[in-house]
């Protein structure tokens, strides 16, 4: 089923009633990319950042880098973390 809502301060407005069989439910919800406030803090989160800031110079050096070789790095970050030699 497809209904249209209005978002407004955190919230769904459905435009028209609808009661559901349950009170959670998962849905995806479409928003045109330029209706998206960029900030500078959502762009210096998670795991990206965290790889970023511990490649430090370096990270201008990786061109195409699959998932696999991030999981390496983040691994080796953790053994000299936490078990330093």
């Known amino acids: 089923m497809q209904i249209e809502a209005i978002y ?3 919230r769904l407005i459905f435009d028209k009633p609808i009661k559901l069989k349950k009170n959670s439910l998962r849905v995806t919800i479409i928003i045109p990319d330029d209706e ?6 959502q762009k210096e989160s998670g795991i990206g950042a965290e790889l970023d800031r511990i490649l430090g110079p370096f990270r201008g050096e ?7 070789d ?9 053994e000299e973390k ?3 030699k």
């Open 82 to 84: 936490y078990y330093p």
């Open 62 to 68: 990786r061109e195409k880098v699959s998932p696999e």
């Open 8 to 10: 407004q301060n955190g």
């Open 70 to 78: 991030d999981r390496i790095v983040w691994h080796r970050h953790l």
């Open 36 to 41: 998206i406030e960029s900030s500078d803090k």
